[in-house]
């Protein structure tokens, strides 16, 4: 039995094209979990593609239905060699974004892929159908090598409504606590800070939408009569705004602020500049939280920030006040900012700043999360990474987006390590999604050197504070 072995075997799936192959025909699958109609598309994404694959390598599986939102089943798989060892939980998820064809360019539709040039282009080649595609080709090559044998247990939860914001997953997670108990997540989502930097993340900032709402009557009157003298909703609710975030994007509400930047979460930040390559927007330096890094600010630090907002038609704009404004923000927090209390302290903030007309609504998303930066997996899954590569791997303490960590993190007590295999011009949620056929072929690598390396470590979970 030999490492190396088993990355050239997990590389030789691309370079082969039996990768490829699987992964265009998964992408056929219009799987967009926010359209009611493609229930039945769900399903076959995993009766279709995902139980086949996962009994071939061993495992037992079946189809869980979901006790909040029906439309959205999950996958349970269960790979036990004995009840006696450890057990990795691995996640993934098969819907995909809305894919609105007709935004793509000429010569891409996304649920066909095409290679152009070193790139794979279609709807979840990245989020999330590659990701996971890539951890069970690597770890079907891992069991090739070890004749079938890895020491430890894995467990594969496959989310088809990820992308509706996993209605469902905490429930799940605490119903079926026996049968998805572990002792590590692994999962593999979001993006590595740069294409060619291998990338470990430990949880996400969380998420919180608002909906913010000025009505002041019931219908518009002529701006030029009744200027003066009626409440303009719009210039309220702009002014209320105004209260809440300054002109460079300063978070102004104090109990929405975090206390600080962790002192590891800002040594881990040092290492880690923001992507800058020829796919990324070039960021404003002096857009903000004042005296933090462009790092501290994206991963360390909570910001609001207006989604959308309207009054009155701003497509044929009318001489008349505007009955009504409403704007939709979102905040992401780090952890340490109470979610569920969002709404009642911009309301309260509002009150005192005179906006007490504005109606605010909360819609909770995703939870903070963050592994604790010193916790024995996160040097050994560094130096897996490495070993794998030969590049020194980026850690993030949490990614700067939001994903549904906080089932495993806060309702199955798990040590969380996430290793994204896209990058942040991956074009992932908007048109023209696509994959580095270079990242690809690494991520196979690092993802069959990272379930070798369980197994060598294997039944002696969790690894020593401070490895050799």
Not at 32 to 40: C, G, K
Not at 159 to 168: I, L, N, R, Y
Not at 358 to 370: G, I, N
Request: proline share 9%; charged share 20%.
């Amino acid at each position: 039995m030999d490492r190396q072995t088993a990355l050239d075997r997990a590389a030789e799936q691309l370079d082969s094209g039996v990768f490829l192959t699987d992964l265009a025909r998964r992408v056929t699958l219009p799987t967009e979990s926010a359209d009611p109609a493609r229930e039945p598309v769900l399903r076959e994404y995993l009766t279709a593609e995902m139980v086949p694959l996962v009994e071939r390598l061993g495992f037992t599986a079946r189809i869980v239905e979901n006790p909040v939102s029906p439309r959205h089943p999950f996958l349970v798989a269960r790979r036990v060699e004995d009840p006696g060892l450890p057990t990795v939980l691995t996640y993934g998820h098969g819907d995909v974004q809305p894919a609105h064809p007709e935004q793509w360019r000429e010569g891409l539709d996304p649920w066909q892929v095409v290679v152009e040039g070193d790139r794979w282009y279609g709807r979840g080649v990245a989020d999330n159908k590659g990701q996971h595609s890539v951890n069970l080709v690597a770890l079907e090559q891992v069991l090739a090598v070890r004749d079938g044998r890895l020491g430890y247990n894995v467990t594969l939860l496959l989310d088809m409504g990820e992308e509706f914001g996993s209605p469902g997953l905490d429930e799940v997670c605490d119903q079926l606590r026996d049968e998805l108990a572990a002792d590590l997540l692994i999962g593999s989502d979001g993006p590595r800070v740069a294409a060619d930097r291998p990338t470990v993340f430990l949880g996400t900032r969380g998420a919180v939408n608002l909906t913010l709402s000025v009505r002041a009557r019931a219908a518009a009157h002529h701006s030029g009569n009744w200027g003066g003298v009626l409440t303009n909703p719009a210039t309220v609710l702009a002014n209320a705004l105004a209260s809440l975030v300054d002109g460079r994007g300063r978070l102004l509400v104090e109990g929405l602020r975090p206390d600080g930047v962790p002192e590891p979460v800002r040594r881990a930040l040092l290492d880690v500049p923001l992507d800058q390559g020829p796919d990324a927007p070039a960021i404003d330096p002096e857009w903000g939280e004042p005296g933090l890094t462009p790092s501290e600010r994206l991963f360390g630090w909570n910001t609001l920030e207006v989604l959308a907002m309207t009054a009155g038609d701003p497509d044929a704009p009318v001489g008349a006040i505007p009955p009504y404004a409403r704007a939709h923000c979102q905040l992401r927090f780090v952890v340490g900012t109470d979610g569920g209390s969002v709404a009642d302290r911009v309301r309260a903030h509002l009150a005192a700043a005179g906006f007490g007309a504005v109606e605010v609504s909360q819609d909770l998303a995703m939870a903070a999360t963050r592994l604790d930066p010193e916790d024995p997996w996160v040097a050994w899954t560094l130096a897996s990474l490495e070993r794998s590569t030969g590049v020194r791997p980026a850690l993030l303490p949490n990614l700067g987006g939001s994903l549904p960590n906080g089932a495993f993190a806060d309702v199955l007590g798990l040590p969380t390590v996430w290793v994204p295999h896209s990058y942040p011009g991956c074009a992932q949620h908007a048109p023209d999604e696509h994959l580095p056929i270079a990242l690809v072929r690494e991520s196979l690598q690092v993802m069959a050197g990272l379930w070798w390396d369980l197994a060598e470590l294997a039944p002696a979970w969790p690894p020593p504070s401070h490895p050799a």
